[in-house]
């Protein structure tokens, strides 16, 4: 949950502190794009996304509930609230010795849904390298089936207003920034070596804490 600093103002969103050091990445995420991304790109989403809560009257009480009914506000509170909801979510789904395989409940949803891991793996990476322009790649529970789509820009899919909905299960940031500095154009090379880093024990909460509710 996030942490509310005043309860007489509005809604006071932080910056998460990033759960590892920003080189445990390394060498598949750089420690450059990891400081810039974190403290730069995050931290003005979470900065502007406070200042544009201060027009909004009734404050919500969890970033979550304005994502699920982001209709009702302005495009500055989409954009950064999605912002700082995705950026949220993407630190915890990698690791510091990351990668592998999913374990579990996971493992037996993604085999049956997709055919094997790999067929998933090809799926998403497919989704990733087609998303045009800035964006994220996503794994959702729909109906109770996994699937994955994409989202422009910092939408989630569990935004009112998408057009690709579930709840999210994994997440890759396909914005030039979460690559550029060290892969330059080369985005499928980013993609293929996330999965290096991928908290797959984060997915598979993700998964099991959705079929539980
Ligand atoms: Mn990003």
């Known amino acids: 949950m996030e942490k509310i600093a005043s309860i007489t103002d509005a809604v006071k969103f932080e910056l998460p502190v990033l759960p590892y050091a920003y080189d445990a990445l390394e060498p598949f995420i750089d420690k450059m794009t990891m400081e810039i991304h974190h403290d730069k790109h995050h931290g003005m989403y979470v900065t502007n996304l406070n200042k544009a809560l201060q027009e909004v009257k009734n404050t919500p009480s969890s970033i979550e509930e304005i994502i699920k009914n982001i209709s009702h506000y302005s495009t500055a509170i989409r954009n950064n609230g999605g912002g700082h909801f995705n950026h949220s979510m993407f630190w915890k789904l990698m690791k510091f010795n990351g990668g592998g395989r999913p374990a579990g409940k996971l493992s037996d949803a993604i085999n049956q849904e997709f055919g094997s891991f790999d067929n998933f793996k090809s799926k998403f990476n497919e989704a990733a390298t087609k998303q045009f322009g800035s964006g994220w790649t996503w794994l959702v529970v729909r109906n109770g089936k996994l699937e994955i789509g994409t ?63």
């Open 151 to 213: 989202t422009p820009n910092q939408d989630n899919p569990l935004m009112d207003i998408s057009e690709f909905k579930g709840s999210p299960i994994l997440c890759i940031d396909v914005w030039e920034h979460a690559y550029y500095l060290k892969y330059k154009n080369k985005r499928v090379d980013y993609i293929n070596e996330w999965w290096n880093v991928v908290n797959w024990d984060e997915a598979l909460n993700n998964f099991v804490n959705l079929k539980t509710k």
